[in-house]
């Protein structure tokens, strides 16, 4: 096929790469090492590189040849020929625990670098043209965080906006929710970003022992959007998890008979909205978008009636005919809760104070807080996009991978939220990744652009390939065919040739 001209920059991806280390493997497909790869766009040509990140996790393991740093499902242990003293002495560290580095599932833009990232307080800057792992930057140092999400947002002047739980003051448990600038004051050259990172706001958590496990957020022009789910983790668990011989993931839990609570933090007063906001238990990994509009705000999400997307992920769970064996037991939806921030305080307990077109209700209970109902969007999709420059506002199209029953996508989708018509693109034993919307630089609408995703094939005698769609119609534009064992990745992004530093820079 053909690429548009326009296209020029790098299409990089992250995600678990390497699950066996000597005799040792991984319990979980979460759990591997990462290994970033890259599709090069250079005047009509595509490029592949991959390799695998240098974290201190992943040279301790090659050098050691075998697992000897725990991650979320696989717990290591010590070499059992060390001393007595030396072992007792690794059993008190991992009360809080020394987290890996292993940065498995997304890239940050902080400035003009880029980040590995995952959900631990460590992030390890790389080289977006050479894959090269450069140095470990430890979130902890800045913002008393232990965990910090992998999906961070963007504001329009270049700030990063992420959050993280605090659960190293024992009985002090909160979500820290902070900024980090673009470029630091000319007098500070030297110094990193990280140094001006700046908390927004903390949120104490509703049970001090039980933080919400979440994977995302949502943000709007004022507000920062945070869903304390019922999928918590047990820090007291947790802190005996290695003495038990257990991993960390079995320290989170569902708890289906609570609420799901729901958060907005102005971003100008740095101060929560004091109304309480909850619906119905649910798990949610991905936000898609939110805005506000005439006094509520508006945000989609994609959620579960249980934990079982995790679960199903276990590596004995992922066997040769792991499509049709394994069924998730819930299918993930597509919500849009409409919360009114501006509402008559006179209303009438149990009267519905939405007052925009939409069958989602939030309703007035006797003490003052408010119940939201969704309206459904749509089902099974999963790893959500959409055109970033509508971030934030009032937009109308989702880009995502289709996972009806099985976790394995199968689709790329294009859904129009205000028609609900679902355009596809597939083919048969194709599994492709997350769709990254690259708008074309003259772009009058939404859709003015094109999809990237990585297609792995199930069939091993074809070759994986990189696939370019029209993000109008969805109809292939071009592929590039890729003669390497290609791996499922997880989340990634495009960095335009403007954004990439120059080497004599």
């Known amino acids: 096929g053909q690429l548009p001209t326009w296209l020029q920059g790098i299409f990089l991806r ?15 497909w979460f759990d591997g090492l990462a290994l970033l790869h890259s599709f090069t766009f250079k005047n009509g040509e595509v490029y592949y590189r991959s390799k695998y990140l240098r974290s201190d996790t992943y040279n301790c393991n090659i050098e050691a040849n075998r697992i000897v740093v725990s991650e979320f499902g696989t717990m290591a242990y010590p070499d059992p020929c060390k001393n007595i003293f030396a072992k007792a002495f690794s059993y008190l560290s991992h009360t809080i625990p020394e987290f890996t580095d292993n940065c498995l599932i997304n890239i940050m833009k902080t400035g003009d670098d880029f980040y590995a990232t995952s959900e631990t307080n460590f992030i390890r800057k790389i080289n977006p043209e050479t894959l090269e792992t450069l140095e470990k930057v430890d979130y902890s140092k800045y913002v008393a965080v232990n965990l910090a999400t992998s999906h961070p947002h963007y504001d329009s002047v270049g700030n990063v906006l992420n959050m993280g739980t605090s659960i190293a003051d024992k009985g002090k448990t909160k979500y820290v929710l902070f900024k980090i600038p673009p470029s630091v004051p000319e007098k500070e050259k030297k110094k990193s970003c990280f140094k001006h990172l700046e908390v927004v706001c903390s949120i104490p958590s509703r049970s001090l022992l039980h933080p919400s496990y979440y994977h995302s957020f949502g943000i709007t022009e004022n507000y920062m959007i945070f869903i304390e789910q019922p999928l918590k983790l047990d820090i007291v668990k947790m802190a005996t998890a290695y003495i038990r011989g257990v991993n960390w993931a079995s320290c989170l839990a569902y708890h289906k008979e609570e609420k799901a609570w729901f958060h907005f933090v102005d971003k100008k007063t740095k101060k929560e909205v004091s109304t309480k906001f909850y619906t119905d238990a649910m798990v949610l990994f991905h936000h898609i978008n939110a805005y506000e509009e005439d006094g509520h705000i508006i945000f989609d999400i994609i959620a579960y009636t249980d934990n079982s997307l995790y ?17 998730l037991t819930s299918i993930p939806t597509s919500k849009r809760f409409v919360v009114p921030l501006q509402y008559d305080k006179d209303a009438e ?4 104070l939405v007052t925009l077109p939409s069958t989602a209700t939030a309703v007035k209970e006797k003490d003052g807080s408010i119940y939201c109902q969704p309206e459904i969007l749509c089902e099974g999709v999963e790893l959500p996009r959409i055109n970033y420059d509508y971030n934030g506002k009032k937009y109308k199209y989702i880009f995502a991978t289709e996972v009806r029953w099985s976790p ?22 194709c599994w492709p990744s997350e769709p990254i919307f690259v708008p074309s630089p003259d772009a009058r609408e939404e859709d003015d652009g094109i999809v990237l995703t990585c297609v792995v094939i199930a ?13 109008k119609t969805l109809k292939e534009l071009g592929r590039a065919t890729v003669d390497v064992d290609m791996h499922l990745d997880l989340h990634g992004m495009f960095i335009p040739e403007k954004d990439l530093k120059t080497e004599t820079e």
């Open 349 to 352: 307990v149990g009267s519905n």
């Open 408 to 429: 394995v996508p199968t689709k790329i989708v294009k859904f129009d939220i205000q028609t609900k018509e679902m355009l596809h693109w597939e083919e048969d034993h």
């Open 311 to 327: 679960d199903m992920f276990y590596l004995k769970n992922l066997s040769k005919d792991f499509e049709e064996s394994n069924k």
């Open 459 to 471: 069939d091993p005698k074809q070759a994986p390939f990189l696939l370019v769609l029209d993000a």
């Open 14 to 28: 992250n995600g678990p790469g390497m699950h066996t280390i000597g005799d040792t493997k991984y319990n979980h």
